[in-house]
């Protein structure tokens, strides 16, 4: 879920900077800023680094802990945005994938 969070992040970054012209670039930006628009203050800090920092290149998928916001922290339309925008970006395949990982993931840590 961590890494997922951080993937948010830098797909919301992405897409909050993209002025494209096609349609699914201002859908990215308007869920991107839905996205925003639905966290407080406090998770705005915790979820918007510097697009220059390091932790933008940190993908492997080891437990521990990381920068950004997680999907446990968020409410349930928090990640309802989130989950939104990333699916903007995804392919079907890549849609089935990311679902898949966040059920095994609820399946081995919750309890």
Not at 12 to 17: D, L, P
Not at 27 to 54: G, H, I, W, Y
Request: hydrophobic share 40%.
């Amino acid at each position: 879920m961590k890494r997922f969070s951080f993937f948010i992040f830098v797909m919301g970054c992405f897409c909050v900077q993209t002025l494209g012209k096609n349609p699914l670039s201002q859908q990215m930006r308007v869920s991107a800023n839905a996205f925003l628009q639905s966290l407080s203050d406090d998770q705005k800090t915790v979820a918007n680094l510097p697009f220059d920092s390091e932790w933008r290149f940190d993908w492997n998928y080891t437990p521990r802990e990381r920068k950004g916001l997680s999907m446990k922290t968020m409410t349930s339309p928090q990640r309802k945005a989130a989950i939104s925008l990333v699916k903007l970006a995804l392919s079907n395949k890549g849609i089935e994938r990311m679902e898949g990982i966040i059920g095994l993931e609820y399946k081995c840590y919750v309890k």
